[in-house]
């Protein structure tokens, strides 16, 4: 039988996304809520091995559902890849009579919790926290949708320069191996091309399609690039290479880097976060332990962390379609 769980820990880890600190106040409140005491753990992993916690109550959690970023903040720790780094994180919890691990963030996070949870057995639940959208198990990762909204409201800015003097502008978006940031922020902020990894458009065609939207009265143009594009050069090359092979435009880049990453979340994502922080303490003290909450059917359901990790999220083959009738 489970041990009954009197005392939780919460951490972030990896990339910081919006709404992971509306997710740490659900998950504190919820304790709150039940009666169970709650600890913040300072950066990731990297505090879960210092024993650097800090004791959370209901109030304590005030005032950050709007904000960005995270106030435990965030680390990529390589101790904790170790077994050592392991050992020792473990003697801290049970030093601190924690009796279960809710961590946020993506892949990295979830792969770390799961070793822990194989190790010694200690009860852990995931939430997706990441804006790339590339965990299996939810429809929508906390951070993606505003993400979402950060970049349309770039490129719309962008496209002011671009149509003010007829420019062409490659436009970089984040997403390490997957398109799903570049797919929607380019049908919304209507991009005449869409570069993502699981698609490999080739050079040719790219220059043949944007010289088709040349001649059919287009005077500027956007295409935007997701980070992990396949298409064989980085962005830079890509505006050399279109450069010397189409005429009549002056091109241009723009890689939006971190700044996708931050800001207010949106409602949606609020709502997400609290939502996710309600189920992840709420299965653990059921007795369920090694999964991740996500948003599947506007349902909250539990995947276990190994499908979620190993699963590769697909492109929505319905957007692409959509994004090249759009196109036209
Ligand atoms: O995983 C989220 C992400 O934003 C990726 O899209 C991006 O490649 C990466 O983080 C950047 O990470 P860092 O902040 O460590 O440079």
Redesign the pocket.
């Known amino acids: 039988m489970s041990k009954v769980i009197k005392k939780l820990a919460v951490l972030t880890s ?4 919006p709404g992971m600190n509306a997710a740490i106040r659900s998950v504190v409140r919820t304790c709150a809520y039940h009666n169970i005491e709650c600890v913040g753990v300072q950066r990731g992993y990297e505090g879960l091995i210092d024993g650097d916690f800090k004791v959370m109550d209901a109030r304590s959690v005030r005032g950050i559902i709007n904000k960005g970023g995270t106030i435990l903040k965030s680390a ?1 720790s390589a101790e904790f890849r170790t077994k050592e780094g392991r050992q020792k994180a473990f003697e801290m919890i049970s030093k601190a009579n924690i009796d279960g691990l809710v961590a946020i963030g ?1 892949d990295g996070t979830f792969t770390g919790a799961m070793i822990f949870n194989e190790e010694f057995d200690f009860p852990v639940m995931g939430i997706p926290g ?3 959208n ?1 965990i299996v198990g939810t429809t929508h990762t906390l951070g993606f949708d505003t993400a979402l909204n950060t970049v349309v409201d770039a490129i719309d800015k962008i496209r002011d320069t671009a149509s003010s003097h007829d420019r062409l502008f490659f436009i970089e978006v ?4 997957v398109g799903h ?1 570049a797919l929607n922020v380019g049908i919304a902020g209507g991009a005449e091309e869409i570069l993502i990894p699981e698609e490999d458009l080739g050079l040719d065609r790219l220059v043949e399609s944007l010289n088709r939207s040349r001649k059919s009265g287009k005077t500027s143009s956007i295409v935007v690039v997701a ?2 594009d396949k298409i064989g050069k980085n962005i830079f090359e890509l505006k050399d290479y279109v450069d010397q092979n189409m005429e009549g435009y002056d091109v241009r880049v723009s890689v939006l880097g ?1 700044m ?2 931050g800001g207010a979340p949106s409602c949606f994502d609020r709502v997400l976060a609290s939502r996710m922080g309600v189920k992840a303490v709420e299965s653990l003290l059921e007795g369920k332990s090694n999964y991740m909450v996500g948003l599947i059917n506007s349902k909250m359901e539990l995947t276990p962390l190994e499908k979620a990790i190993k699963g590769k999220t697909k492109i929505n083959l319905e957007l692409l379609r959509v994004s090249d009738i759009m196109s036209i």
Do not use: F, S, V
């Open positions: 990896g990339g910081d996304a990529r993506g990441t804006i790339d590339d984040m997403g390490r191996d940031i980070e992990g971190h996708q990453r």
